[in-house]
């Protein structure tokens, strides 16, 4: 399975300019990676600077700052790059949005929400859902992830699905029964999609208020794609998030082979989604996780925020 190396960047950097030097700072790193194995690279901006990233992505000079973009274009030009491989590699970095609305999957008086049809339309190719900083401070539950998961899957967004225990769960042994009841969103899911009678039309109906703008049809197709191929789950346990306590490789691997057993019991299909691990990864540590069979990727929090940092985990990656 070819691994992800996925920087989610929270609300950060403070500046649209920092943002533009942390992703060209990245695109340059990743010109120096020995490819050993394939590796997918995917960066999460905040909503803001999504646009502007898109854009530098999308181009080969446009979005770019001239200074920035003259600096490195000189870089290139020392190590024999061309501007246009440049291009082939930049474009190679997936772009994705760390929430969408679930109140509707287009436009609406829904005041300082985004949604997956405005994502879409920039460039945006994936959403970070349930992540446990929105769990905590947005109260978000299987209930509203149904409604965005359905609609990233009708505009062929992909979903990368956060879950994970607090310390407390931790501590008391609880953590398989958290994320059981945090992975059955995508039991609901699979189940709304694969029932092609009213039933099932109407469950699908009943999550969107503008369910008649929807095409039940179209919702079972898209997410019979996002089943194969535009879903990863995201093992982060929140005693690890931020706090520089990573979970030992044997536990995420043994995480990580519960939730294949939960995923399998939905659909056999998904022996085949990548099942990554987030907390406290950084360029020193990852190299045990990416040694690890059952670890299919990273989902990295702080050690994102330096580009070298990042390619560095991108590297340990392509080497393994
Ligand atoms: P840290 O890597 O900073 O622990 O954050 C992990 C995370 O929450 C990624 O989504």
């Known amino acids: 399975m ?34 050993h194995h394939a590796c997918q690279v995917m960066v999460a901006p905040s909503f803001i600077h999504l646009s502007a990233a898109a854009a530098l992505l999308a181009s080969d000079v446009d ?32 772009l994705a949005g760390q929430d969408v609305t679930a109140l509707t999957d287009a436009t609406g008086a829904y005041t300082g929400d985004v949604s997956a049809v405005q994502l879409k339309d920039i460039g945006v190719e994936w959403v970070i ?3 446990s900083e929105r769990r905590q401070y947005y109260s978000e539950d299987n209930e509203s992830l149904l409604k965005k998961v359905i609609h990233c899957a009708y505009h062929g967004l ?37 029932q ?20 039940p049809a179209a919702v079972a197709q898209g997410a019979i794609d996002l089943q ?14 931020g706090t520089g306590k990573v979970a030992s490789v044997q536990q995420v691997a043994a995480i ?6 939960q995923l399998v019991g939905f659909d056999a299909s998904l022996i085949q989604t990548p099942i990554i691990y987030g907390g406290s990864v ?20 702080g050690a994102a925020l330096d580009a070298q940092s990042f390619v560095n985990i991108v590297q340990s990656f392509c080497s393994e």
Not at 69 to 79: F, G, P, S, W
């Open 228 to 241: 194969l191929s535009r879903l990863i789950v995201a093992y982060e346990p929140v005693w690890a998030i």
């Open 63 to 94: 979005a770019f700052d001239d200074d920035l973009h003259l600096a490195h274009l000189a870089h290139l030009a020392a190590k024999g790059i061309s501007s246009k491989s440049l291009s082939t590699k930049v474009n190679t970095i997936k």
């Open 256 to 261: 990580h082979h519960f939730i294949r057993q």
């Open 2 to 35: 070819t691994p992800w190396v996925i920087g989610n960047w929270k609300l950060n950097p403070a500046t649209l300019k920092d943002t533009q030097q942390l992703l060209q700072g990245i695109a340059t790193q990743l010109q120096k990676v020995e490819q």
């Open 282 to 301: 950084n360029a020193k540590n990852v190299d045990e996780f990416a040694a690890c069979a059952a670890v299919d990727g990273v989902l990295v929090g």
């Open 129 to 131: 859902l349930g992540h």
């Open 158 to 194: 992909g979903v990368v699905l956060c879950v994970g225990e607090s310390e407390a769960a931790f501590l008391a042994g609880q953590t398989e029964a958290v994320l059981a009841q945090q992975l059955l969103v995508l039991q609901s899911f699979i189940k709304a999609i694969k």
């Open 196 to 215: 092609a009678d009213n039933a099932a039309r109407n469950d699908i109906q009943n999550s969107n208020e503008h369910a008649n703008t929807i095409d």
